[in-house]
């Protein structure tokens, strides 16, 4: 399949563009310019952040706040054979419409195949590295791997 045969407004389209152009044009950075205690843009809340910089330190190659359609994914974390979405679930201060709408939102994106990974901002602060464990995993399901060898 191509994106040639998908209308110009389907999100499958917008995703195979996507990971056609997208994961070419930025150079992961350092993972020391996202320090955990301190918001560096384009991040406005030190959980993704922190998260980001995990994938950072493992290697991999990650692009922070992705727009697909009308949906901006926290992360987006980019492998040879695709890439999975990361979603920073903080549920603070969310109303229940607001949680409905995200929630609907992600259907749509895994209706349309596009593989992604919930981590709670509650998991994360307890035990950060139970919070991670699934996400590797995930990701190593997906065919993501780290694109330089992890220095942690």
């Known amino acids: 399949m191509t994106d040639d045969n998908l209308e110009p407004a389907d999100i499958r389209r917008k995703m195979f ?13 350092d993972a020391g310019q996202y320090p955990d205690e301190v918001l560096r843009p384009p991040f406005t809340s030190l959980f993704p952040q922190r998260v980001y910089r995990a994938l950072l330190e493992r290697g991999y190659h990650a692009q922070p706040h992705v727009e ?5 994914l926290d992360i987006v974390v980019y492998g040879d ?3 999975v979405a990361v979603v920073c679930d903080r549920h603070t201060g969310t109303s229940a419409e607001n949680l409905q709408r995200e ?8 209706r349309a195949g596009w593989p992604f ?3 709670t901002h509650s998991q994360f602060v307890l035990d950060r590295n139970a919070a991670l464990a699934p996400l590797w995993r995930t990701l190593d399901q997906h065919g993501i791997n780290p694109i330089r060898t ?3």
């Open 117 to 119: 990974h919930r981590i």
């Open 150 to 152: 992890s220095e942690a």
């Open 68 to 72: 697909v359609g009308k949906r901006q």
């Open 103 to 110: 929630t609907d939102a992600l259907r749509e994106l895994q």
């Open 81 to 83: 054979s695709g890439a």
């Open 17 to 29: 563009a996507h990971y056609s152009t997208k994961r070419d044009l930025v150079k992961t950075p």
